[in-house]
């Protein structure tokens, strides 16, 4: 059975951090490219940050996260990490986790990725 899942989530204050993490069943981690998307309450799904599949791991990152946010991977263990710094009341979403066959150095269209995760809700307070 195909899975993604996230994890990690959880309710802080400003400033503080948070690292969430995604893994995956039924499909071959090395062979995708990964992105972190976000849904605030009542919002669109943005994308976050993004991976590419080689293992050096050229990213992505959406201009209101970049120099906060940070995405790795371990291509041994197949888990892909979104360490989030420095958090602010806006980045309160829910957060997907979502594989893709190709990796757009400029953006993360949604079209481009194939499996996604159920998603794990971040909380920021003031």
């Known amino acids: 059975v195909l899975q993604v899942v996230e994890s990690g989530g959880g309710s802080v204050q400003a400033g503080e951090s948070l690292t969430l993490s995604c893994t995956s069943s039924?499909?071959?981690?090395?062979?995708?490219?990964w992105g972190w998307f976000r849904q605030p309450p009542g919002k669109q799904r943005e994308g976050v940050a993004g991976?590419?599949?080689?293992?050096?791991?050229?990213?992505f990152y959406a201009d209101s996260v970049k120099g906060r946010f940070t995405i790795s991977k371990d291509q041994n263990r197949g888990i892909v990490y979104l360490r989030m710094d420095n958090l602010k009341p806006e980045d309160t979403a829910t957060y997907f986790c979502?594989?893709?066959?190709?990796?757009?150095?400029?953006?993360?269209?949604?079209?481009?990725?194939?499996?996604w995760g159920q998603g794990t809700q971040v909380a920021v307070s003031s």
């Open positions: 979502a594989a893709a066959e190709v990796f757009d150095r400029n953006g993360l269209p949604p079209g481009n990725f194939l499996y």
């Open positions: 039924g499909l071959t981690f090395s062979y995708y490219s």
């Open positions: 991976i590419d599949r080689f293992d050096r791991g050229t990213a």
